[in-house]
Structures are given as structure tokens and as C-alpha cells.
């Protein structure tokens, strides 16, 4: 066996000489490498020494039990290639049966994940749908009201209704005020066309009424004897 190599002594008396001295950690870092490595040396040789020694006492046992060391050494390596191959295997079904875990809750937070914007979104058509049977059931009772408004000919309170913000549709405000002007429009030129249609049925009916009374007065002139031209005079 080769001989032990202890650490050299003054290493351990100069890292004592400059344990306190700030500006000494340079120097006091190599010393404690040095050492360290040292005593790695020191560990190596006495393994080193007890293989050897090991190997000396092996190589002088008689062959019958050399043999039978060499059966107990080869059936312990076996043992513990197949303990080892054991833990692998273990390890293995461990590591899969962990992935198939995670696998199966990813699956199940993703299910969870749809069933809940289905969910969502469900509940949206579902607001969607009653906002517009409200908008449909508004609109259905306006036009009503304008029509009765329309039967009453209460022309103001059709104007009155057309002006709210949801006589216009789609349109909202502006669409309201538009359908307003436009009717409002439409109601004053049918009002100035009514009025004029008025005066001219009122100048016929004078022009005929007129018409008629000449006609009386020649009737009448005739039958009482007068001449032509006295019925024309007349």
C-alpha cells in the first residue's frame, strides 16, 4: 500500500495567521482550496490502500473459497442488477400513471371549460332572445296606439308618439325624428290639399247652385208668358 500523504501543516497556521484580516480573503479562498484538495488526496489514498489491502486478502484465500466468494459476489450482483431494474420499472409505471392522471384532468378541466362557455353562451341567446320579444312587443304596441291615434284622428298624439325614442325602429333617436319630420310633412301637405280640395268643391257647388237658380228663373219666366228675350234678361 502506498504511504499516506497528510496536508502540510503550515497551510492550517497561515489560514489561523490571517482568520481576521479583511483584506487577506483572496489569500485565505486558495488556502482553504488547497487544503480541501489536500484532504481529497488524503481520502483517495487510504480507499486506495483498503482496495489494495482488500485485493491482498482476496488473492490469498485458498480456490475453494475464493470460488465460493466469487458465486456469492456474482449472485449479489444479479441481485441488485435486478433490484435496480425493479425500481427502474417502478419508476416507469410511477412517472405513466402520473401522466395519465394529469392527462385525465387536463381532459376533465377542459370539458368543465366548454360545458361552462356553452353555458355562457347559452345564457346570451337566451337574453338576446327576450330583448327582442321586448323590442318586437314595444314596437307592436306603438303601432297599435298610432293607429288608434290615426282612427281618432288625433293627429298630435300620432306626432306626440312618433317623436319617442322607440317609434323608430332600429333607427333609435334619429330614426324617430326622421319618421316625424316625414310625417309631419306629410300630414300639413295633406292638410293643404284637403283645404284647397274644399274651396274647389265649395266654388262647384256655388257655380252649380247659381246654375241651377238661372235655370228656375227661365223656367218661370217661360211659364208665365214672357218673351225670349225677357226669359234671357231674366
Not at 317609434?167 to 283645404?195: N, P, Q, W
Not at 274644399?198 to 247652385?209: I, Y
Request: net charge positive; proline share 3%; hydrophobic share 40%.
Amino acid at each position: 500500500p502506498r504511504a499516506r500523504t497528510p496536508p502540510p501543516r503550515h497551510i492550517d497556521h497561515q489560514l489561523a495567521a490571517i482568520k481576521h484580516d479583511p483584506h487577506a480573503a483572496p489569500r485565505r479562498l486558495q488556502l482553504q482550496i488547497e487544503q480541501r484538495a489536500l484532504r481529497v488526496v488524503e481520502a483517495q489514498a487510504a480507499f486506495r490502500a483498503k482496495v489494495e489491502a482488500k485485493g491482498l486478502e482476496i488473492a490469498g484465500l485458498p480456490d475453494r473459497t475464493y470460488r465460493k466468494f466469487l458465486r456469492f459476489n456474482i449472485r449479489q450482483r444479479e441481485d441488485m442488477v435486478r433490484k435496480e431494474d425493479k425500481e427502474r420499472a417502478q419508476r416507469a409505471s410511477q412517472r405513466v400513471a402520473a401522466v395519465k392522471a394529469l392527462r385525465s384532468e387536463m381532459g376533465e378541466r377542459a370539458g368543465a371549460a366548454r360545458e361552462a362557455r356553452a353555458a355562457a353562451v347559452r345564457g346570451v341567446e337566451k337574453a338576446h332572445a327576450r330583448l327582442a320579444r321586448e323590442a318586437n312587443k314595444a314596437a307592436d304596441d306603438m303601432r297599435a296606439r298610432r293607429m288608434e291615434a290615426l282612427k281618432a284622428n288625433d293627429f298630435e298624439a300620432y306626432q306626440e308618439m312618433l317623436r319617442e325614442p322607440g317609434a323608430g325602429g332600429a333607427g333609435g333617436m334619429a330614426g324617430s325624428e326622421a319618421r316625424y319630420e316625414a310625417v309631419s310633412k306629410f300630414l300639413a301637405d295633406t292638410e293643404e290639399y284637403i283645404h284647397r280640395l274644399a274651396g274647389k268643391v265649395a266654388s262647384v257647388k256655388l257655380s252649380q247652385e247659381a246654375a241651377d237658380a238661372a235655370a228656375a228663373a227661365m223656367l218661370e219666366a217661360r211659364a208665365t208668358g214672357a218673351s225670349e228675350e225677357e226669359v234671357n234678361a231674366a
